[in-house]
Structure formats: structure tokens, C-alpha cells
């Protein structure tokens, strides 16, 4: 086995890349998962570039300054994650013999001391309102558009979920007004359950959808025309990006962009909210492709806050 110090960093990548689709979710890690790790380990051997170091004499103290580093440049959250991914790297070098020793074994990620349900982003009613009617009613852009939004306020719909609809995952006949098949994260498969309201807007969009005639099995397609050949143009898949970028430019349009305020919002947004109104933790955590209620209980915790607020029973008294 070659030792780290005498790989390079394209080397080193590959075989970490080797190694996440043989060990990481027993061979069944995700393209995103195996991209998100990727990522961050190409970012931690820049950062020991910059530094004058390699992976392989890099130590303890060395990754807590990158730790710091990290801390200084996302939030918490953040930087906790590209740690993960980091201590996975290291891990995987120990365990390949790369390493005599492994640098991060006693590597803790940063803790953010916000409560869990603070760090929720979510938006109040009206704004999500003005949010699904910004985009033009008649444009076929604005209508395929109207549908993803509705799809990810009213049925709280991931990124990567919205991307990966296929036009079989779609079932008008199922149900009370049709079906979604969602593949979510862990590469697992749920169930959406439309309403007479997401149906409508999905099913315009389609019917645009059809004119445009994609090769392309997705039901959100891009409708943009490129002379570029080796840029993806009308009729395909549209891409994460994409969506990102569309959700971000009609959340500027309406004043609603912030820090933290993008499309994960939108499916905060729909928690919150969806719980207000029926309060069943069990029927939202499905909903969402939740693993456990735990998780789901955060927007409980956001109704509460805003429900029991003391400052409003006060209004009366001090006027």
C-alpha cells in the first residue's frame, strides 16, 4: 500500500471516492452524499495547502486550527458537517494503512448552543402567499415554477426530492386527487398525497410540459434555450442549481431573502405550519420522510413559541 505522503491530492480524492462507494451506507451511498464528502475533503486539503502542510503531517492541533478556521467561515452547522466529512477521510486513510495513526480519532465537532428550534427558518403566512403568486400565471416558466414552489410549501418537498420527480412517480388516479412518489434522502421511497390545489398547478405545468417535448423523463424540465452544446438546454432535467436559483430570485423579488432563507425554508415553512393547523406529529413525520418523530418534533416546538407567547397577552394591559 503507498503511503499518504506519497499521494497527490487528485490521487488521494480517488481513493477516498473508491473507498465512500465500497464502505459508506454499505455501498449504498448516494451520488450527493459521495459529492457533499468529496467536497469537503477537497476544501480540507486546500486549506492544508495554504498552510504548508499534507494530510499525512497533519496532527491533532492541526486539524483543530482547521476546526477554528471553519467555525470562522459557516455557521456551525455547517462547519460541523464539512467536519464529518473530514474525520471520515481520516478514518478511511488509518484504515487503508495510509496512516501509522489517525489524526481526527479525538476530533469533536464545534457545538452550537442555539436551541434546535431557533435555528428553524421559517416564513409567516403572507409572505409564502405573495412567495406562490410571484411567479407569472400565463408564462410557461411561471407555471412550471408555481408548481415546484407549491410543491415545497405545501407538501414540504427537499431540493434533490423536486429534482428527482420522474413523470411514473406521478399518479392521478391514486388517492383522492393523485399521488407523488418521492425519493428522499437515504434513498428512500414515501408517498405524497396531493390536494385539489397542488393537483391543479401540477397538471397545468404538465400540460405546458408536453409542448416542450422533452426527451427527458423528468416532470421539471428547463426551459432554457442554449447554443452552448455542452450545456444541458430546453427539455432536460432541470438541476439542483437550477431550483435553488429559481427559489432564491422569486424570495429577492418579494424582499424575502435573508441569511439562512432559501429553499430549505420553504420546507421549514410547510412543518410549521402543517402542525399548526392539525397538530399530528405522526401523519407530518411520514410526510416529510422523517426516520423518526424526533426529528419532526422541532416544528412543535415552533408552534408552541409562537402560540403560548407571553408578550401578546400583555397588548390589553399596557396598550
Not at 496532527?59 to 464539512?82: F, I, M, N
Not at 495513526?101 to 457545538?111: D, F, I, M, T, V
Not at 407538501?155 to 420527480?165: D, F, I, S
Request: charged residues 30%; glycine residues 8%; proline residues 5%.
Amino acid at each position: 500500500m503507498v503511503p499518504l505522503r506519497q499521494l497527490s491530492n487528485e490521487e488521494i480524492l480517488a481513493r477516498f471516492v473508491a473507498w465512500m462507494r465500497l464502505d459508506v451506507a454499505d455501498g449504498q451511498a448516494s451520488e450527493a452524499t459521495i459529492r457533499g464528502y468529496f467536497g469537503d475533503v477537497r476544501q480540507h486539503l486546500g486549506w492544508l495547502d495554504e498552510v504548508g502542510l499534507t494530510p499525512a503531517q497533519a496532527g491533532e492541533e492541526d486539524l483543530k486550527g482547521y476546526r477554528a478556521w471553519l467555525v470562522g467561515e459557516y455557521a456551525t452547522s455547517t462547519a460541523g458537517r464539512k467536519l464529518v466529512s473530514v474525520r471520515r477521510f481520516y478514518e478511511m486513510a488509518y484504515a487503508r494503512g495510509l496512516l501509522a495513526e489517525n489524526p481526527a480519532a479525538g476530533l469533536r465537532a464545534p457545538k452550537d448552543r442555539t436551541a434546535r428550534h431557533e435555528r428553524v427558518k421559517w416564513l409567516p403566512v403572507p409572505v409564502l402567499v405573495r412567495l406562490l403568486e410571484s411567479p407569472h400565471p400565463e408564462k410557461p416558466k411561471g407555471i412550471r415554477d408555481r408548481a415546484i414552489l407549491r410543491l415545497m410549501v405545501h407538501h414540504g418537498l427537499r431540493v434533490v426530492e423536486v429534482q428527482r420527480l420522474s413523470l411514473e412517480d406521478v399518479d392521478f388516479e391514486a388517492g383522492d386527487e393523485g399521488t407523488l412518489r418521492v425519493f428522499g434522502k437515504r434513498d428512500k421511497w414515501r408517498t405524497i398525497y396531493l390536494t385539489p390545489r397542488t393537483r391543479y398547478v401540477l397538471e397545468r405545468w404538465l400540460a405546458v410540459r408536453d409542448l416542450v417535448k422533452p426527451n427527458d423523463p423528468a416532470v421539471f424540465v428547463s426551459l432554457h434555450w442554449s447554443r452552448d452544446p455542452d450545456r444541458a438546454g430546453a427539455g432536460t432535467r432541470m438541476s439542483r442549481r437550477g431550483i435553488r436559483g429559481m427559489v432564491d430570485g422569486y424570495l429577492e423579488a418579494i424582499g424575502a431573502k435573508r441569511p439562512g432563507v432559501s429553499c430549505h425554508a420553504l420546507r421549514h415553512s410547510h412543518g410549521t405550519w402543517a402542525y399548526a393547523q392539525q397538530k399530528d406529529i405522526i401523519a407530518l413525520a411520514r410526510e416529510m420522510g422523517h426516520a423518526s418523530t424526533t426529528t419532526t418534533e422541532v416544528y412543535a416546538d415552533v408552534v408552541s413559541m409562537i402560540e403560548a407567547n407571553p408578550a401578546k397577552y400583555l397588548d390589553e394591559l399596557f396598550g
